[in-house]
């Protein structure tokens, strides 16, 4: 623009600059930053497809306001927009005003407020947007604050107004009027000392549109007006609010007759200037009492000249914030208010905001109201409608990290805050993006607290007035035409945005290329924010900002060369023109410029060589991603030869492929590529620089032919080779251009035609005269016969009636045959995978292919009678293939199935017993192939129940089965016996009878009847006889004696006295034994085994001390064990005379020994057979009473005279554990009886503790409870502290069922917690939803007139809050329950002969709280209750 500064005097540098440079700076930008910002919604319109537009939520106007308690049940909704028609009606300070929070696109944290004091700002904002703000020091106006307060005693400087000229009051009442010409000169001195003596200081100012009038205000309450063209006093109000209270703000409404003020009361008066023959009068009318809230910020809407038409402004809109909400009035035609809005919670001490300003949302342009008290800005958008009521909606929240004490727009997508430790944060409105952080704690900001704690009259306000005024700074901050002014005590600063260009500037001074090149390109792609100065439709845009990025390239480049280490290692050169050299590529592409890439900068790089390799090297993704197709050929010369000399051939094909032809040299290529073996690279140049097709194929061929011929294996090179050969084939024939991209249309029949003709050749060139017909499909053949037959097939896919083609089909089809059946060069898989071909494409319905019927004969012959055995498998498996694609009508059926037979090839006879429905002959097709016959069970189990099969065709296979169970049981036992479980349920014992060998039928059996065999087989739906289980039995006890008693526990189906006879006849005591018990017959059953027990003390009797074997006392020691569990098991259900009649004889037989063996040549195994005789002592303690054994004991002929000696020890050792457990129980039950007295106080005095109400009303009418005259009503009193009503509480049915009785719950807690439902349990409800409740009867007798609440008389039931306790006291403890081992105490000590600690032996039958493994005694002091 023609009035755009020089970019070089944009910098900031106050401390070189005189004043009139600095005011030449300063205020150069007014004239064009005005224009800016009137352009600014213009721009904003018209580019709204290129920015990220607001998130509005419209919703039309309804019909029935909102009533008070349908917005406190309104649920929280953050993307619902609200409109109030008559807000008078909602009562806000009632309001929840967490139901109007939403959600940040900036804020992670959103809605927690700690967490947002926590949130660190948004990563290096500098090198993404650079410097946005310039900020100055107005040197002049500075110099002038100080001069007038030593020279004229003007005080310091107290507020700031700034339009086209800029006012200072002072704290001794001057107003100071300042020119923003270059010179800055004061142009008049309003006021005096005498009259701010009287007046007090300035504490607020204002100046109307016209920049014709001045009104001040002051400290002590009066207002002043004055006319700033002769400086003189027009009015001198002091009536117009109430006195005493300091004037707080004053400003001019877009009407030059109407003025808003503010006062410390908290009031807002409206003043009206009117002259009435030539008498200057005003009128105030009071808008907002201050008993209802003091308002502490005010702020009328003005609207630019331009949008003075706009209909909103009609309605002069004023926005006032109290310390609890915001609300919209308007003024005009009638005073009415339009929106109140609540703030959420809040610090006390933060300062409310509030800000206007015209922005363009969704092809409209409306006003936005800003307002924030601390780290939340709300956006308000304000619209009229046609029937002329106005609308609010919401827009998303700016959540911040820090609290704001100043919110300025600057133009309508951006706004400058400044947070409470003076820091100026710059932030982009749409995206919430922080552009730029500064510190301006140099500026020494005026603070306006003294006038909001009205120190002047005496320090009359609130004293949450006084805590706001702390951090006030209204009358500070002043913003005019896109400037913010900044009075300081001493000085005076003005910030503006940087135009583009000088955003750029600062960065490159600073040395910053990288940055101001990612700076450019956002401004070039509309991507950058704060944009200043860069006008006109967008490819003008681009072109200027172009322009100039060209420019700091080659400054780039430049700098890049100049700043190369001249000595050092080579790697750092490389690093450093690899940080560098990229960014010059990657701009000059995206910027589309490759003359400038390829010719300047090119040669400006080749000055290094280093810097050239690097140039080349970056390339290479650009060509890669078909991003960079054409390159000047002396560009990609230089770049094949460099990457040549890095050994990069790889990288070289790669890059070829991706090349325009016209930019290479074609000889050269070619033999470079022949000579490092690029083949892709080869074939890619002679299709597109050449048109050649046919030449790279004789060259592939001459490689890979010679070793196939000579039956050599191929290297892993020539592999590739091969099937690059394919794939190019395959290519050629289908159309597409090899290795990417497709053939032009015109050439795809020219070059199929010479491929097929290539192919079908007789003869190579320069064949020798030993060379074969057909070399090129014969090496085919033999280096990859499948997928050569697939390429064939798909290229037979694209035939569609083209007689040539069907010509060219036929002849290949003749040539492979003739190639193939004629030599006996090929395996037989490569024969059936032909043959397989040719069945495939004879199938198709449109085939015109003739193939002889009686090569598919021979094929057969071939595949079915070989002359070795050799690749069975693969034969049968290629004959398979080949009868699925089609082939089987090539063959008559009888004769293949003959010829699979004797071949043994099992999966042709089953695919063909298959087709003619010949299910049951498959059967033997499984059973005869090792491979698969166990398979047998799933294809007879899947014929027999899968529907699709008839009833004969499932008979015959249900007989087969039956006729082969024999061979399927030999098989596979458990998988028959789960087949026969499923299907032959019927037929178990035909089945047995089939099973001649007893093995076989052992194993079958088992599987059938032992559910440990994982058979998943129903024994009741199979319902078999008990003689076929005791059958089992017998077979288990011929081969697994061992198992016999495991598996009867399993068992279910068998008789007792067979079994017993059973195994009674194969002599296996201890299975008898069981089986007795299991009868009944436990006298028996111990008798067998006491036997047993006492045959084997004799057989160690007999040995005497000759054996060292240790075999016959574990035999001993086993079937003590088992007779000593049978004794325990059966003890509990028997009297004192049956037990001592099984324990007795069990220690008789154990003592026996002992008592044979003399003192003077004691038995080998006398000290184990007392400690034997020890354990069996242990356990019968436990059921028989110590003096009944020792009485028992000495009555024993030999014991009884004197010969205690070999039962000594016995004695001792029983005397010595019974003290040890009397003193254990004595000791525990002490202990228990102490913490169950501890526990049971705890308990009493946690029920008897009295509740302690929060409130002295109920929570559900908020009357008192004193003030009902109900007499039958009682006060609810919960745990949690709320109170209530009965009758309020019966209202909102606040009742819960608890083990059939009715109990209260509290209405606040429960509805709070939003849990849908009540718990049934109480205990798991949350505190406060069902607690202890007190009830208590009004009273009116109280001689003090406050009612006692007296306690319920308690029930005999546990209330919750006993039922609460009771559970809290139980989860102190980890560990069995106290009561539960003060029973089990009781019991055993009110016992006979009953003794918990009696010994490690005891069994199952004894299932005791100390006999568990994770039982501790915990010896410690009880735990410490909780109050």
């Known amino acids: 623009m023609e009035n755009e500064p020089d970019q070089e005097n944009l910098e900031q540098n106050l401390c070189a600059r005189t004043t009139e440079e600095e005011l030449n700076k300063s205020f150069s930008l007014e004239a064009s930053l005005s224009k800016f910002s009137c352009i600014d919604l213009d721009k904003e319109l018209e580019f709204k497809n290129d920015l990220i537009d607001d998130k509005e939520f419209d919703i039309p106007q309804v019909d029935t306001p909102p009533t008070l308690e349908s917005i406190l049940n309104e649920t929280d909704d953050e993307d619902e927009s609200f409109v109030l028609e008559d807000p008078t009606l909602l009562n806000i300070d009632t309001i929840d005003s967490h139901s109007y929070d939403t959600s940040s696109v900036a804020s992670s944290d959103s809605g927690d407020r700690a967490n947002l004091k926590r949130k660190k700002k948004l990563p290096d904002a500098f090198s993404l947007h650079g410097s946005v703000m310039r900020h100055s020091l107005l040197k002049g106006i500075s110099a002038q604050i100080v001069s007038a307060a030593d020279k004229v005693d003007a005080g310091l400087p107290t507020a700031i107004a700034v339009s086209s000229l800029i006012a200072v009051g002072t704290s001794h009442g001057l107003a100071l009027i300042f020119g923003k010409d270059q010179n800055q000169a004061l142009r008049l001195c309003l006021g005096s000392t005498s009259v701010g003596g009287q007046y007090g200081a300035i504490s607020a100012l204002s100046i109307n549109n016209d920049c014709s009038r001045l009104l001040c205000g002051f400290a002590k309450g009066q207002i002043t007006m004055w006319d700033l063209a002769s400086g003189k006093l027009l009015r001198s109000i002091s009536d117009a609010h109430p006195p005493g209270t300091a004037i707080l703000h004053i400003k001019f409404t877009d009407d030059p007759t109407l003025a808003i003020c503010n006062d410390s009361g908290g009031s807002v008066f409206e003043l009206t200037f009117k002259r009435v023959m030539g008498v200057r009068t005003c009128e105030s009318r009071c808008l907002f009492s201050g008993s209802k809230g003091e308002v502490c910020c005010i702020e009328p809407l003005h609207s630019k000249p331009e949008l003075k038409d706009h209909p909103i402004t009609q309605f002069s809109l004023l926005a006032m914030a109290s310390l609890t909400k915001i609300l919209v009035i308007g003024l005009k035609p009638s005073l009415k208010v339009w929106m109140t809005f609540p703030y959420g919670r809040m610090d006390p001490s933060s300062v409310p905001l509030l800000a206007w300003h015209f922005v363009a949302v969704n092809n409209c342009v409306n006003p936005m109201l800003a307002f924030c008290r601390g780290d939340v800005v709300h956006f308000l958008l304000v619209k009229r409608d046609e029937s002329g009521a106005i609308h609010v909606t919401k827009q998303k929240h700016l959540h911040l990290y820090y609290d704001l004490i100043n919110f300025t727009w600057i133009n309508s997508r951006t706004v400058v805050l400044l947070d409470s430790v003076e820091k100026l944060h710059v932030i982009d409105r749409q995206t919430q993006e922080e552009l730029e952080t500064m510190e301006i704690s140099e500026v020494q900001l005026v603070y306006n607290s003294s006038h909001f704690k009205s120190l002047a009259t005496g320090g009359n306000v609130s004293q949450a007035l006084a805590l706001v005024g702390e951090k006030a700074c209204y009358q500070s901050i002043s913003s005019y035409g896109g400037q913010i002014f900044y009075l300081g005590t001493k000085s005076v600063y003005v910030m503006m945005l940087r135009s583009w260009r000088e955003r750029m500037d600062h960065l490159l001074k600073q040395d910053c290329l990288t940055e101001a090149l990612a700076l450019a390109w956002s401004f070039h792609e509309g991507k950058a924010k704060a944009v200043v100065g860069l006008s006109g439709d967008v490819s003008k845009r681009k072109a200027v900002v172009a322009d100039r990025m060209v420019e700091i390239l080659f400054h780039y480049a430049d700098r890049a060369l100049k700043k190369c280490p001249e000595q050092g290692k080579i790697q750092v050169m490389e690093q450093h023109f690899q940080d560098t050299v990229p960014v010059i590529v990657d701009y000059c592409l995206l910027l589309q410029r490759r003359d400038l890439l390829f010719s300047q900068m090119y040669d400006k790089l080749s000055e290094n060589s280093v810097a050239k390799g690097v140039f080349l090297e970056c390339l290479e993704p650009y060509i890669l991603s078909d991003k960079l197709v054409g390159i000047t050929p002396q560009v990609m010369k230089d770049l094949i030869v460099h990457f040549q000399d890095k050994k990069l051939m790889d990288s070289v094909e790669a890059l070829i492929v991706h090349m325009d032809i016209t930019s290479l040299d074609i000889q050269q290529v070619v033999l470079m590529c022949w000579e490092n073996r690029l083949y892709d690279a080869m074939i890619y140049v002679y299709n597109r620089g050449m048109n050649e097709f046919i030449s790279p194929m004789e060259k592939l061929f001459k490689v890979i032919a010679p070793p196939l011929n000579a039956g050599k294996t191929l290297t892993d090179e020539q592999v590739v080779m091969g099937n690059k050969l394919l794939v190019y084939i395959s290519c050629c024939l289908a159309g597409r251009a090899y290795p990417l991209g497709d053939i032009p249309e015109d050439l795809v029949p020219l070059v199929k035609n010479q491929v097929f003709e290539f192919l079908i050749r007789l003869h190579s060139v320069e064949a020798s005269s030993e060379e074969e017909v057909y070399p090129y499909v014969r090496t085919l053949l033999h280096f990859d016969t499948r997928e050569f037959l697939n390429v064939l097939a798909l290229t037979f896919e694209d035939f569609k009636n083209d007689k040539q083609a069907v010509e060219y089909q036929q002849r290949i089809v003749d040539i492979l045959l003739k190639v193939m059946v004629e030599n006996s060069d090929f395996t037989p898989s490569q024969v059936g995978c032909l043959f397989t071909f040719l069945a495939r494409q004879l199938a198709k319905p ?582």
């Open 846 to 1427: 449109d085939n015109t292919l003739f193939v002889n019927r009686t090569l598919f004969d021979q094929v057969l012959e071939f595949l079915c009678s070989p002359d070795d055995d050799s690749r069975h498998s693969e034969r049968q498996q290629v004959l398979l293939e080949l009868l699925q694609a089609g082939g089987v009508v090539q063959f008559e059926e009888s004769r293949l199935i003959r010829m699979a037979e004797k071949a043994e090839f099992y999966q042709i006879c089953e695919f063909m017993y298959e087709r003619a429905h010949q299910y049951d002959k498959i059967i033997d097709c499984y059973l005869h192939d090792p491979l698969r016959e166990e398979d047998v069970f799933n294809y007879i189990h899947n014929i027999l129940s899968i529907p699709g099969h008839s009833a004969e065709e499932k008979q015959s296979v249900w007989q087969k089965a039956m006729d082969h169970m024999e061979e399927l049981v030999s098989l596979k036992p458990c998988k028959a016996a789960e087949l026969v479980a499923t299907h032959f349920s019927g037929q178990i014992e035909v089945v047995i009878g089939q099973l001649q060998n007893q093995v076989l039928l052992f194993k079958f059996l088992r599987s059938l009847l032992d559910p440990r065999e994982g058979v998943h087989v129903n024994q009741e739906l199979l319902q078999i006889p008990p003689s076929v289980t005791e059958q089992f039995i017998e077979l288990l006890c011929q081969f697994s004696p061992d198992q016999v008693i495991e598996t009867l526990q399993v068992l279910e189906c068998y008789r007792l006295e067979e079994t017993i006879q059973i195994t009674q006849k194969y002599q296996l005591h201890e299975v008898t034994a069981y089986l007795l018990e299991k009868k009944g017959d436990v006298h028996g059953a111990f008798l067998l085994l006491l036997e047993r027990l006492q045959s084997r003390l004799q057989e160690i009797t007999r040995q005497g001390g000759n054996t060292t074997e240790a075999f016959p006392l574990k035999a001993v020691e086993d079937t003590m064990v088992e007779t000593i569990a049978l004794c325990q098991r059966n003890s509990q259900n028997l009297n004192q005379q049956q037990r001592e009649a099984l324990w007795f004889p069990l220690l008789e037989a154990m003592m026996a020994p002992q008592k044979l063996s003399s003192s003077a040549a004691p038995h080998r195994h006398c000290e184990a057979l007392k400690s034997l005789t020890m354990q069996v002592l242990n356990s019968m303690a436990t059921f028989i009473a110590l003096p009944s054994i020792l009485q028992r004991i000495l009555q024993d002929p030999i014991y009884g005279k004197g010969k205690l000696g070999e039962i000594q020890g016995l004695i001792l050792g029983m005397l010595d554990t019974f003290n040890y457990e009397q003193t254990l129980l004595e000791t525990t039950t002490s202990l228990l009886n102490q913490d169950l007295h501890w526990s049971l106080c705890n308990l009493r005095a946690s029920v008897s503790r009295g509740l302690n109400p929060k409130q002295d009303y109920c929570s559900i009418c908020l009357q008192q409870y004193k003030r009902r005259q109900e007499m039958a009503d009682e006060i609810i009193v919960f745990s949690c502290g709320h109170l209530y009503h009965s009758f309020c509480l019966q209202s909102k049915e606040c009742t819960v069922e608890i083990e059939g009785q009715t109990r209260w719950i509290c209405y606040k807690c429960s509805s709070s917690s939003k849990a849908g439902k009540l718990s049934e349990n109480p205990s798991e409800d949350k505190k406060g939803r069902v607690t202890s409740q007190a009830k208590a009867p009004l009273s009116y007798h109280q001689t003090k007139g406050d009612p006692s609440v007296r306690k319920a008389n308690s029930e005999p039931a546990l209330d919750p809050q006993q039922i609460q306790a009771f559970e809290q006291l139980c989860r102190l403890y980890r560990g069995s329950s106290r009561l539960a081992l003060l029973t089990e105490l009781s019991q055993n000590r009110s016992g006979d002969s009953c003794r918990p600690f009696a010994g490690s032996q005891s069994g199952p039958a004894f299932n005791s709280v100390f006999q568990n493994e994770n039982f501790q005694l915990q010896l410690a002091p009880p735990p410490v209750a909780e109050d």
